[in-house]
């Protein structure tokens, strides 16, 4: 069982410099989220799609950017990376709707120098 | 002030004691609530889920959600080293926005 997989795992980036991260579930899972982690923070939502076809802003989208690219996949874009953004990311999925519990991949190690 | 809060402690417990974690929320219109433990370097993992008033219990761990004082708890007996972790509290926000909130997480601390 994969469930939700993430990548690339680590990643240096230099300021300025693009990159996507992936996510993929396989859950059949209708809505997908991209968090962000930094010490202290606990995870603060950058966006969400809730379901194919749509995506909205959540805590902290400046910066980023979203595509959902099928029911199963779920892409972040940093289209000119900034060091504030040297974070951990994770991907999560859901059934969707209230009442359902978050699968979360096993995160991105983003740091820009 | 954030949608969901939580003392990002740390909670220093001896083992074998209870652990009390808290969390309190914004949106009255909440309706749904769960704990995440989450080790060093590792994805959050589901432990509780609680949606109604009251208690819910699951072996060492209770979970009970106030919604008129809008406040959830987990509390962990017989707590164990093996409890030392970082627990986030994560809320769905009412009114359809299908968005899930994490607090910054309490870092726990059992010692032998």
């Known amino acids: 069982n994969a469930g939700v997989t993430q990548t690339p795992k680590f990643q240096v980036l230099k300021t300025g410099q693009s990159m996507t991260l992936q996510c993929a579930q396989d859950?059949?899972?209708?809505?997908m989220y991209w968090y962000r982690q930094d010490p202290g923070m606990g995870l603060r939502l950058i966006y969400y799609?809730?379901?194919?076809?749509?995506?909205d802003k959540g805590e902290v989208p400046n910066g980023y950017n979203v595509s959902r690219l099928n029911k199963r996949e779920f892409s972040l874009r940093l289209e000119s990376a900034a060091p504030s953004q040297t974070s951990v990311y994770f991907c999560?999925?859901?059934?969707?709707?209230?009442?359902?519990?978050?699968?979360f991949g096993q995160g991105t190690r983003l740091t820009v120098v | 002030q954030k949608e969901v809060e939580q003392n990002s402690g740390p909670l220093s417990v001896p083992e074998g004691a209870i652990a009390s974690l808290n969390c309190t929320y914004s949106d009255r219109g909440s309706q749904s609530f769960f704990w995440y433990r989450q080790y060093s370097g590792k994805s959050p993992e589901l432990i509780m889920s609680i949606y109604s008033n009251g208690d819910k219990e699951d072996g060492r761990f209770t979970a009970q959600l106030n919604k008129a004082s809008q406040y959830v708890s987990l509390l962990i007996r017989d707590s164990q080293p093996s409890d030392s972790a970082t627990y986030l509290c994560?809320?769905?926000?009412?009114?359809?926005?299908?968005?899930?909130?994490f607090g910054a997480g309490t870092r726990l601390a059992v010692h032998p």
């Open positions: 859950m059949n899972h209708n809505s």
């Open positions: 994560a809320g769905w926000l009412s009114g359809g926005y299908n968005k899930l909130i």
């Open positions: 799609s809730a379901s194919e076809g749509t995506t």
């Open positions: 999560a999925s859901t059934e969707g709707g209230v009442n359902t519990e978050a699968f």
